[in-house]
């Protein structure tokens, strides 16, 4: 049963926020991936360099079939290894994309270090999470949303326009951050030497 509505995206691009608005008008449970690995202990360990912890994601795939199993309903996972929701009972990923310059803010916000946002900046550029997303899953089922102008709301209005089959502007392909950046800043934010 194709019931599980996953979001995708670097962090800070949005979707905690996104999905608990999309819960709300759509009725459904929502699942944050990060919490839900933190409640279950599914760590492998840590990652000092990286100063975050390394999900088990075979155990969290495991938790997902069963939950998946256990619901007549469709329910919303969040979370920016949400691709790992198992082929059989994904209805649709979305993913949430953010300028790297607006999402530099929203991160230096949070207080995190110029490594680590650099690392984050990095992986939204080269479109990381919509390439997890593809690894695993049809293309028909994957899309993405640039955020950077959009309301939360609007958002989600993408997100049911996607949900009602009318979601063409949003196939994969159609955003690259990599023209709206001077090419000398793309190469210094590459060598982990500038934020943008
Ligand atoms: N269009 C938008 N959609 C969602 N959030 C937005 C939008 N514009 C600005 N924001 C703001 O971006 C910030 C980051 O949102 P949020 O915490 O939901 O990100 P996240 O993707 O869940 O991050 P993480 O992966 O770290 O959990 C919030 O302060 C939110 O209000
Ligand atoms: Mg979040």
Do not use: Y
Not at 26 to 41: G, M, N, R
Not at 56 to 61: A, I, M, N, T
Not at 73 to 95: K, M, N, Q, S, T
């Amino acid at each position: 049963m194709k019931c599980i509505l996953a979001i995708s995206g670097t962090p800070g691009t949005g979707k905690t926020e996104v999905g608990q608005l999309l819960a709300k008008h759509l009725k459904t449970q929502i699942l944050e991936l990060s919490d839900f690995a933190k409640q279950k202990q599914l760590f492998l360990g840590k990652d000092q360099d990286r100063d975050t912890f390394i999900v088990d994601v075979d155990q969290l795939r495991h938790f997902l079939v069963d939950l998946a199993h256990r619901s007549d309903e469709r329910f919303i996972v969040v979370g920016h290894f949400a691709d790992e929701v198992p082929i059989d009972f994904l209805e649709l990923i979305v993913v949430l994309r953010s300028n790297p310059v607006v999402l530099t803010q929203r991160l230096l916000q949070r207080g995190w270090t110029h490594k680590k946002i650099l690392e984050n900046i990095q992986a939204e550029i080269l479109g990381d999470c919509t390439a997890q997303a593809l690894t695993r899953h049809d293309h028909s089922k994957v899309f993405e949303i640039d955020t950077t102008n959009l309301s939360p709301e609007e958002t989600v209005e993408a997100i049911e326009k996607i949900l009602a089959g009318k979601g063409n502007q949003f196939v994969v392909g159609e955003i690259s951050w990599l023209h709206t950046l001077d090419p000398k800043l793309l190469h210094q934010i590459m060598e982990e030497r500038r934020l943008p």
